[in-house]
Nanobody
């Protein structure tokens, strides 16, 4: 059983930056691919990006490509989401999740964090 806890969300002006962290405990973090998703109330969960278990591969949704960067530190059991050039449409609850392999699909992820709110003002 892996527990995931996100942090780093908040309120930022458009064009600003935030870095989200997701700390894992209770399992072998380095054996899981990690993903970030976002979800607004009443909407489906949207894939943001994912990183392989070793950190050598990443992929991103087209909507964030070039602005967001995922990284991980397996020694610290933590995955990060660096968000730059934020836009009001990036406002959402951001969740991290763990899977056996990288995927864009939420159903492939086994463990989920509770999420952290990101609000981008115009």
């Amino acid at each position: 059983q892996v527990q995931l806890v996100e942090s780093g969300g908040g309120l930022v002006q458009a064009g600003g930056s935030l870095r989200l962290s997701c700390a894992a405990s209770g399992g072998t973090f380095s054996s899981y691919a990690m993903g970030w998703f976002r979800q607004a109330p009443g909407k489906e969960r949207e894939f943001v990006g994912a990183i392989s278990w070793g950190g050598g591969s990443t992929r991103y949704a087209d909507s964030v490509k070039g602005r967001f960067t995922i990284s991980r530190d397996n020694a610290k059991n933590t995955v990060y989401l660096q968000m730059n050039s934020l836009k009001p449409e990036d406002t959402d609850v951001y969740c991290c999740a763990a899977a056996r392999s990288m995927s864009d699909y939420p159903s492939r992820y086994i463990y989920w964090g509770q999420g952290t709110q990101v609000t981008v003002s115009s």
